[in-house]
T-cell receptor, first 114, second 110 residues
Framework: GAVVSQHPSRVICKSGTSVKIECRSL??????MFWYRQFPKQSLMLMAT?????????EQGVEKDKFLINHASLTLSTLTVTSAHPEDSSFYIC??????????FGDGTRLSIL | KQEVTQIPAALSVPEGENLVLNCSFTDSAIYNLQWFRQDPGKGLTSLLLIQSSQREQTSGRLNASLDKSSGRSTLYIAASQPGDSATYLC?????????FGKGTRLSVIA
């Protein structure tokens, strides 16, 4: 089946650090990738959608300069949290889809900013 | 804008009980509906996917139904086990990425 690999699974770093999270589709071409954020005991909230080779489309309230998304190939998207602060601590999950097929999800990244 | 609601928010049952989790959505123009399981601190495990043209899907002890016209889906779990304890998320796909409900936290007590 379709596999999405997300790395790293956990990051702990100091305030002010920039953190990069990678999301890879291992056995299909991810024409569209999605980044979600989940706070404790809350649902997944969509942050942005990106199509390969295009700029990401951000949801309302998500700072594009804070959360940089790159989708340069059909198998890789990255999310960079720039100058992270404690309020950016959260669980980030990527998802990928080929054409109009169902979305497949990575295992998530737990980001903790001290 | 699509909104997904799940009831109850939390549920605790003794082992062996059959149970029903509910999901409702506001926009019936969906392509499919999915049920996921999420263990604490972990990612999502897809349980069942129902296409908009389907009425139900079954996998083992799980059965999910879809009534698109009324904007409702149910997840039925038969003979619950402690290993079923997790958060169950309902998500709908329309002309947008998957929209998730807040989930139902299930605890099955041995």
């Amino acid at each position: 089946g379709a596999v999405v690999s997300q790395h790293p699974s956990r990051v702990i770093c100091k305030s002010g650090t920039s953190v990069k999270i990678e999301c890879r589709s291992l056995d299909f071409q991810a024409t569209t990738m999605f980044w979600y954020r989940q706070f404790p005991k809350q649902s997944l909230m969509l942050m942005a959608t990106s199509n390969e080779g295009s700029k990401a489309t951000y949801e309302q309230g998500v700072e594009k300069d804070k959360f940089l998304i790159n989708h340069a190939s059909l198998t890789l998207s990255t999310l960079t949290v720039t100058s992270a602060h404690p309020e950016d601590s959260s669980f980030y999950i990527c998802s990928a889809r080929e054409a109009d097929q169902p979305q497949h999800f990575g295992d998530g990244t737990r980001l903790s900013i001290l | 804008k699509q909104e997904v609601t799940q009831i109850p928010a939390a549920l605790s049952v003794p082992e062996g009980e059959n149970l029903v989790l509910n999901c409702s959505f506001t926009d019936s123009a969906i392509y499919n509906l999915q049920w996921f399981r999420q263990d604490p601190g972990k990612g999502l495990t897809s349980l069942l996917l129902i296409q908009s043209s389907q009425r139900e899907q079954t996998s083992g002890r799980l059965n999910a139904s879809l009534d698109k016209s009324s904007g409702r889906s149910t997840l039925y779990i038969a003979a619950s086990q402690p290993g079923d304890s997790a958060t169950y998320l309902c998500a709908v796909a329309g002309n947008t990425p998957l929209v998730f409900g807040k989930g139902t936290r299930l605890s099955v007590i041995a």
